[in-house]
């Protein structure tokens, strides 16, 4: 009975610690949210369990040892999947790998809780969840950031003045891609999307405002 609430236990500070890093994830409207992150932690820890114990009958079996690590290394290797699910490639862009990493990170804790490590799942909790929030916080200004433009406009050439006005606002431009062209009320209409990185402290009222110096185009997404 001892051993069954103390694995209960371990179950329940699993899926809290995991939900606790969701929660970041869901508050920055990422792929994965604290739902998936929750239950990455508790099936981790749920394996681990098994892992260590599953089998304790038969280690009193004369000539039978068990590696209690079996069942953990393969959750450490099968995480992956559901990491690779979270990155995306779009447009020279790609997004994801963060969360897939706190999954990956997330499971680990699932892991370590799994083993009865309390302290060192919490640790590396609040550690994952510093190197979300906080650094994010503290090298705002430091790096680069990319983001996808999507302009449409009856004037070609206008585009030409929108990349020069990037440019001179220290926006680098990846990418340009005029990707259709189409008969609307006002004749021929096209469309172009931009791959531009900044500096993280450029959001995307300052692209806006930039865009909006040139009235005749219209902003078609900004991601």
Known sequence: MIINLEFGLRLLVAGILGAAIGLEREYRAKEAGYRTHFL??????????VSQYSCQDLLSTHGISMDPSRIA???????????AGTIILQKH???GLTTAAGIWTTAGIGLAVGAGMYTLGIA????????LELLGRVFKSVGMKSSIISLSSTNKDIFKEIASLFKSKDYLIVSYQMEKEKYGEHGLIYQVTMV??????????????????IPEVTVERIE
């Open 93 to 95: 862009i790609v997004r």
């Open 124 to 131: 590396a909790t609040i550690l994952t969840l510093i190197g």
């Open 73 to 83: 290394s393969q959750v450490v290797t099968g995480i992956g999947f559901i990491g």
């Open 196 to 213: 531009i990185k900044s500096k993280r402290n450029n959001d995307e009222g300052n692209l806006l405002s930039i865009i909006q110096e």
């Open 40 to 49: 990455v932690s508790l099936g981790s820890a749920l394996l681990m369990i």
